[in-house]
């Protein structure tokens, strides 16, 4: 199928596509660190080459401003690269783990890193960019294969990206596959070892069904309406300027953009002004017209945004609420009073639609956050260290943020993901590592004489004189390790094991 940008593939594509990932991993091409360190180099340049191409793709798509695209898809994504060419040598090494004393001689332990193998990676519409490659930075630093599949919904960044790929990465083993639901599809019906899927529940349980036909493993990064709390004593000018700014990044189109807040009347007498103030400051009188403004990315959502405004039957617009559907346009809007089972409190809103849910104290809004699906990310405001640490001790989600939004998906040395309905598995730094990889238990042992007349005690036939020896030295002698004797402990070992050898020998003599 081919639409008017976007080139889909077709089966045989498709087909070949993962056959050659597979065959690709299963020779050890991609295994060698300095392979994967080239690789990684090269996705840099990809996007370094490419600012403006990307930018302007990003723009096409969702009228994203250049500010956004740069600070949040592609500075974001070079950050990602750095961070796994700084540590590849160290998240990649061996690690040695001590043994238990039952295995402390003549033993070693060893964790394995090694990749999972062929992945597959469907990336989103709504970062287009960043979420199709900072995954794919996760698969090349592990050593895995991968084909991407970035969402035919922004046309112009998949087919862009399509582009480069095969010009700057190793076109057998690291894939593009553009198409719909068909395509996808086709994807899912083959064996992967493991897929990266972000996007919607609905979409993340059809992926699920597919995958537990082969006991795939998974990584699922989705959403869900992720709460603000506000402290009545918070600083509401502070508190709604970076409440604006995580709700108009990319038009409210964001995993974890505030869904909705929880607020007293006390302090939205305060807020509401502050809001207002706070979105005159970012965008002038009207929005619209500003540069900085990004719009719905097409008219199926524009259109959902506006049935739920429309359908929902409490709650009165205090800010914005104006619509240009040629424009796929929609005001930073805020709505007041709005009642906890209406219309706009059952889906996540993605989208820049801000529902005030009054709340009598902080027990009612952690009441009601927990009645909901564990969200992706929890944000609290407030200087109350007792008020934030009752609400972190109560409620579950997949990440928080204290005083701010948006921002802790940045930090690379935070593992960033869901839980339950919001997502399983995370990645980020060495989290997107781990992701990729399969810590592989390795236990090396000798074939020494004596350690296999120790080891008699284990097999049959059992006698009470071996399960007394066996007791002594799984039970008693450990015990010394709490003791002044831990650093004697394996020549205490030693000598128990050469006894029990001793002694065998001399009964058989």
Request: aromatic residues 8%.
């Given at each position: 199928m081919t639409t008017a940008i976007l080139n889909y593939h077709t089966e045989a594509e498709i087909d070949q596509a993962v056959l050659t990932v597979q065959q690709t991993f299963r020779s050890g091409y991609t295994r060698p660190l300095k392979f994967r360190r080239h690789q990684l180099e090269q996705l840099w340049r990809l996007i370094d080459d490419n600012t403006d191409a990307l930018c302007d793709a990003l723009y096409k798509d969702l009228r994203k401003p250049q500010y956004e695209a740069t600070l949040g898809e592609l500075i974001t994504a070079k950050e990602e690269i750095n961070d796994a060419l700084v540590h590849l040598d160290e998240w990649a090494k061996d690690e040695r783990t001590t043994p238990s004393f039952v295995n402390r001689v003549g033993t070693t332990c060893i964790k394995r890193k090694e990749p999972k193998g062929a992945v597959l990676v469907i990336a989103p519409w709504n970062y287009p960019v960043y979420l199709a490659l900072t995954p794919l930075v996760g698969a090349i630093a592990a050593g895995c294969t991968a084909v991407l599949k970035p969402s035919e919904v922004t046309p112009h960044s998949a087919k862009l990206i399509a582009e480069l790929i095969p010009r700057y990465l190793d076109n057998k083993a690291f894939i593009v596959v553009n198409g719909g639901a068909q395509e996808t599809t086709q994807l899912l019906d083959h064996k992967w070892d493991h897929i990266f899927y972000t996007?919607?529940?609905?979409?993340?349980?059809?992926?699920?069904?597919?995958?537990?036909k082969h006991l795939t493993s998974m990584t699922l990064e989705l959403g869900g309406k992720s709460p603000v709390t506000i402290d009545e004593n918070a600083n509401m000018t502070v508190a709604a300027k970076r409440i604006a700014f995580g709700k108009t990044f990319n038009a409210g189109q964001?995993?974890?953009?505030?869904?909705?807040?929880?607020?007293?009347?006390?302090a939205e007498e305060k807020f509401v002004p502050a809001l207002k103030?706070?979105?005159?400051e970012m965008f002038g009188a009207d929005p619209q017209a500003s540069k900085d403004y990004a719009r719905i990315v097409n008219t199926r959502h524009f259109k959902r945004l506006c049935n739920v405004l429309m359908e929902n039957k409490s709650g009165d617009v205090v800010i914005g609420g104006q619509a240009d559907e040629d424009d796929l346009y929609i005001a930073p809007t805020v709505i007041a009073n709005v009642e906890r089972d209406d219309k706009l409190m059952e889906e996540e809103i993605f989208g820049p639609l801000l529902p005030l849910i009054r709340v009598t104290d902080i027990d009612d809004a952690i009441e009601y956050v927990n009645s909901k699906d564990d969200p992706l990310a929890l944000y609290i405001f407030s200087t109350n260290k007792k008020l934030v640490n009752k609400v972190l001790d109560s409620t579950r989600s997949g990440g928080v943020l204290v005083n701010d939004t948006l921002m802790h998906v940045?930090?690379?040395?935070?593992?960033?993901?869901?839980?339950g309905p919001s997502g399983m598995g995370s990645y980020h730094g060495k989290s997107?590592?781990?992701?990729?990889?399969?810590?592989?238990?390795?236990?090396?042992?000798?074939l020494s004489p004596v350690m296999e007349s120790a080891m008699g005690l284990r097999y049959a036939p059992y006698t009470a004189r071996n399960l007394s020896v066996a007791k002594m030295i799984l039970e008693t002698i450990p015990q010394f390790k709490r003791g002044f004797l831990q650093k004697y402990i394996k020549w205490i070992i030693v000598a128990v094991l050469f006894g029990v050898h001793y002694a065998r020998n001399r009964r058989l003599s």
């Open positions: 996007g919607n529940g609905t979409v993340a349980k059809i992926i699920m069904k597919a995958a537990a964001t995993c974890v953009a505030p869904d909705y807040i929880l607020i007293t009347a006390k103030q706070a979105y005159l940045s930090e690379g040395t935070l593992p960033f993901g869901g839980t997107s590592f781990d992701a990729f990889t399969h810590v592989r238990s390795t236990m090396i042992k000798g």
